[in-house]
């Protein structure tokens, strides 16, 4: 709980000409970043991003969905949840932190779950079946900066995902010799002649690498102050700017940023030619942000 | 399977909606009609806007738009019970969607999907409200859909619903909130899709605002989109935004005439 003096004291010195923060950054540095890919064996792809005390592990489970069932969609889907573990929160009520975990997932899932951001290597068999991607989330601790780090960890988790290699098989009935009637199966008859089952090509590889790598967005908080903008602020910076817009861009390599979701959330409005500046600014933090994760995450990769 | 009501009589543990002749026809149109059906690019659905539908209620509305139709209720400001001292007032949104209002049945026992939809109404309300004059106080905004023609047009036409129940309520505010969706189709901006139109958009962008004072309450978007389409999309909303205001304001004012004569 942040006393009003203390939120007017916070908001001063950002305003001030000379910005000043608690810890001495700037307004549009991120305080340092811990990445880790690979930590859960049995996951098809996971990682753990820490930043300035704000913890998250993420991981992807790949099962077979059946296209045909309410959900399926042929070619694959992913479906996202954000579960918060009950210390991040020490004094929110469960349901209060309920909440936040339902408003975190649906945020994952209407971004990461839209159609353009959709793997191509997720269909098992066309029509019939097909891999159900479940990214999941953990929350371990937040001091700040939630948005930010959740899409980074789930960013690294499906960067760091392998598809196993499926085959398909099909039933064709034996050839019939003539004049052999025991070699002939009653179960002949009955099988279908299309491919109507897959199986795993080889067990010990994990598998190709689930496509789409380097259109992964990241997302961008600005906390927005009066005319001015800073990123990453911690516990007190949050409670004394409630106004954030938050923007999800996915940078693929050599071409233009797109805008994959963006919302404004907190008691504060903004005007529209505003909106025009922070979009700049936030397409410039994302594209920085993203070179520096990639490279990370490429030397991870190399080193497996 | 559905979950096992006990205050209700249930149906058949499994059971599937019906399939029509007409709806197999119409699933095999899968190629995206380049022009619009019906209306211009930038032409919004007529509203029809009334308020008073609820006399309980402090303030009410109910808004349609062809195929999207919300009633809404305010109670309030009244006293918040049980809760600590807060100097400013609470605001609280719930939302819900009759078991009728979409295609397939939805349970009448509340639903995940309708609190993201209070939180996106509650987002373009807030600014608006002068919560500062009611301390200890909050207001609930009742909305209930009774049909649903695609998640954007509800949180666009539930603000606008909810906001002028506010007024009628009497309670102060800064402005009355307008909100406009839309949706990029290929190259060009639609104002206002319906739910079909949204499915075959690679983006969709909805924003609330305060015309009276020209500011930007909400801003909600998903799909792809360069940042200088969401610009466009923003000054194509806010354009029409200040129409839709228009239809508010006159809504208001024959209601405050017929309660005077």
């Known amino acids: ?304 | 399977m559905a979950s096992f009501d006990r205050r209700r009589i249930n149906g058949p543990e499994e059971s599937r909606p019906p399939v029509f002749e007409d709806d197999e026809d119409a699933e095999q149109i899968s190629v995206t009609p380049k022009t619009r059906k019906g209306r211009a690019n930038k032409d919004i659905r007529p509203i029809f806007l009334t308020t008073g539908l609820i006399s309980e209620g402090n303030g009410s509305s109910y808004i349609e738009t062809e195929k999207t139709k919300i009633a809404c209720a305010v109670y309030g400001p009244r006293q918040i019970k049980n809760e600590p001292y807060n100097e400013i007032g609470n605001l609280n949104v719930e939302v819900k969607f009759s078991p009728f209002s979409c295609s397939r049945r939805r349970a009448p026992l509340r639903d995940a999907e309708d609190r993201s939809i209070s939180v996106l109404i509650q987002q373009s309300l807030l600014p608006s409200l002068r919560l500062e004059l009611l301390p200890k106080s909050g207001i609930d905004v009742f909305i209930t859909i009774i049909e649903n023609d695609g998640v954007e047009a509800c949180v666009a036409s539930g603000a606008v619903a909810a906001s002028t129940a506010l007024a009628d309520a009497g309670i102060e505010m800064f402005g009355l909130v307008t909100s406009c969706a839309s949706a990029m189709v290929e190259e060009d901006i639609w104002l206002d899709p319906t739910a079909e139109e949204t499915v075959r958009a690679r983006a969709s962008f909805t924003i609330a605002c305060i015309p009276a004072l020209g500011t930007v309450t909400n801003i909600w978007q998903t799909g792809q989109l360069t940042a200088e389409e969401a610009i466009c999309c923003l000054e194509a909303c806010q354009t029409c935004c200040r129409d839709i205001h228009n239809v508010m304001a006159s809504a208001l004012l024959n209601s405050q005439a017929a309660k005077c004569s």
């Not at chain 1, 009003?4 to 307004?27: H, M, V």
């Not at chain 1, 002649?193 to 067990?203: S, T």
């Open chain 1, 1 to 304: 709980m942040t006393s009003k003096s203390e939120k007017s004291y916070i908001q001063s010195s950002l305003l001030s000409d000379a910005p000043l923060r608690a810890d001495g950054r700037s307004l549009w540095d991120y305080r340092s970043i811990f990445l880790e890919t690979g930590i859960i064996a049995q996951a098809n792809g996971s990682a753990r991003v820490n930043v300035g005390g704000t913890e998250i592990v993420a991981a992807c489970k790949l099962e077979v969905e059946d296209v045909e069932s309410i959900d399926g969609i042929d070619g694959g889907r992913i479906f996202c949840a954000v579960s918060c573990s009950l210390s991040a929160y020490p004094h929110l009520s469960s349901a209060a932190i309920d909440d936040i975990q339902y408003d975190l997932s649906q945020l994952l899932n209407s971004t990461l779950g839209h159609s353009s951001l959709r793997p191509s290597n997720l269909s098992i068999l066309p029509h019939k079946r097909s891999w159900l991607l479940n990214l999941d989330c953990i929350v371990i601790s937040d001091v700040g900066n939630i948005y930010d780090v959740l899409f980074m960890a789930a960013r690294a988790a499906l960067w760091d995902t392998h598809v196993p290699i499926t085959r398909a098989i099909e039933y064709r009935a034996p050839q019939r010799t003539s004049g052999d009637a025991m070699d002939e199966s009653g179960l002949d008859t009955r099988q279908a002649a299309q491919a109507a089952d897959f199986e795993l090509k080889d067990y010990w590889t994990e598998g190709d690498i689930l496509d789409g790598r380097d259109r992964w967005p990241v997302c961008i908080t600005l906390n927005l102050i009066s005319s001015k903008h800073f990123l990453d602020a911690d516990p007190r910076e949050d409670a004394a700017v409630p106004l954030r817009l938050l923007l999800i861009f996915s940078c693929p390599n050599s071409q233009k940023p797109l805008l994959q979701g963006t919302r404004l959330i907190g008691s504060g409005e903004i005007a529209p030619s505003e909106f025009k500046s922070l979009v700049e600014a936030g397409q410039k933090y994302a594209m920085a942000l993203t070179k520096t994760l990639h490279a990370k995450l490429q030397s991870d990769s190399l080193q497996q």
